[in-house]
């Protein structure tokens, strides 16, 4: 199953993406000009093969799911407020619902794995279990758990692009003792450790900060997750939104259609898909850097740069849906603007340092 979602993964088309860096510039303005953004536009070009850079209609869609490890006093708050977040989604009550309207983007919060049921969640994703075990003591979930979470995840991007017609996608989480499984993910992967990749989260004293690090600690030398396995990892120390997140990167890379990510959980569980289907790369759009610390080096080891710097560190997607009018202005641009041909101006020309 997981291997048939990696094969899935699509190649960016390397004639779109000439085409479009030669538009860029054609284009009456000095060369990259707009930066990062006429990156991500010659990238979603590049994957959609399209060449007007297609960016509506969109959606977000937040993974919720509850977490056994804050039984280990890792967060400030208790699980219960996964559910009460949730339940302000679907009420458009939420920072990110507020912002996605505003950028245009259709939000979609699902319950991947709380411990509280929350009427009015939409049904593109299932529950995995009333939140993951406690992985200070043994695994979050069992391998089959994790991969049904993935395909989750893939068939929810696949339905987005598909069935319901959505250009452009984005990422969101909301889960109560999410920034541990994510900083344990993140740590066997990038084989680092704990206290180099991991934050305050919402708000730990630098005590609490101390005991969060020993619980990751624990949870590799209990679970011994294998970093050449993506899947086990996850199985062993992550969590069900950042599987379903995971599978998520990878059907929007199937189905051809670009991904904004969003802050630290959202971009370890793109280092998952990345490891498990390198070409999943190609679907990703980096939006931020948020205040965890292991966001930025999960970022360079994904090789993808972040468009926006505002010291983000909210979560439920708001970083990934600030970027979409920026994209929207590029894309603008892109489409509409005139060429030195057009207004009779010679074309700046790239030259290559000495």
């Known amino acids: 199953m997981i291997q048939k979602m990696a094969a899935s993964c699509r190649q960016p088309n390397q004639e779109a993406r ?7 510039d054609s284009i009456a303005k000095p060369l990259h000009g707009l930066g990062l953004l006429e990156d991500a536009v010659v990238k979603i070009c590049a994957l959609t093969g399209e060449p007007d850079c297609p960016l509506a209609p969109r959606a977000l869609v937040v993974f919720c ?5 804050v039984a280990q006093g890792v967060t400030q708050t208790g699980q219960e407020v996964t559910a009460i977040v949730a339940g302000n989604m679907t009420r458009g009550a939420t920072s990110v619902c507020k912002m ?12 991947v794995g709380m411990v509280t049921q929350v009427p009015g969640l939409s049904f593109l994703c299932h529950s995995h279990g009333k939140g993951t075990g406690d992985i200070t ?5 069992t391998r089959a758990q994790a991969e049904d979470c993935i395909a989750d995840g893939y068939n929810a991007a696949r339905t987005l692009a598909g069935r319901l017609g959505y250009r452009l996608l984005a990422a969101g989480e ?10 344990a993910v993140a740590s066997v992967l990038l084989g680092q450790d704990p206290e ?8 730990l004293s630098s005590q609490g900060l101390a005991n969060k690090v020993a619980a990751i600690r624990r949870a590799i030398q209990v679970n ?7 899947v086990d990892v996850l199985a062993k120390v992550g969590g069900f939104d950042i599987a379903a997140m995971t599978g998520f990167y990878l059907g929007a890379s199937s189905a051809g259609v670009p991904v904004l990510l969003d802050g630290f959980i ?11 289907a390198p070409a999943a790369r190609e679907a990703m759009i980096a939006s931020h850097c948020s205040g965890e610390p292991g966001t930025r080096r999960v970022l360079e080891a994904l090789g993808l740069a972040p468009v926006i710097s505002a010291g983000l560190c909210l979560g439920e997607g708001t970083g990934a849906v600030a970027l979409i009018p920026l994209l929207d202005m590029a894309a603008g641009v892109y489409r509409e603007m005139s060429t030195f041909g057009e207004i009779s101006v010679e074309e700046y020309r790239h030259f290559e340092d000495s």
């Open 18 to 24: 000439q085409n479009s860096l030669r538009r860029w």
């Open 65 to 69: 799911a509850d977490n056994g490890v």
């Open 100 to 111: 996605a309207a505003h950028a245009g983007a259709r939000v979609y919060p699902v319950d």
């Open 137 to 141: 003591l043994g695994p979050a979930m």
């Open 174 to 183: 909301m889960g109560i003792g999410n920034t541990t499984t994510s900083s």
């Open 196 to 203: 180099a990749l991991t934050g305050r989260g919402a708000g």
């Open 224 to 230: 011994r997750p294998d970093p050449a396995d993506p």
């Open 266 to 276: 959202s971009v370890v569980a793109a280092l998952c898909a990345v490891r498990i």
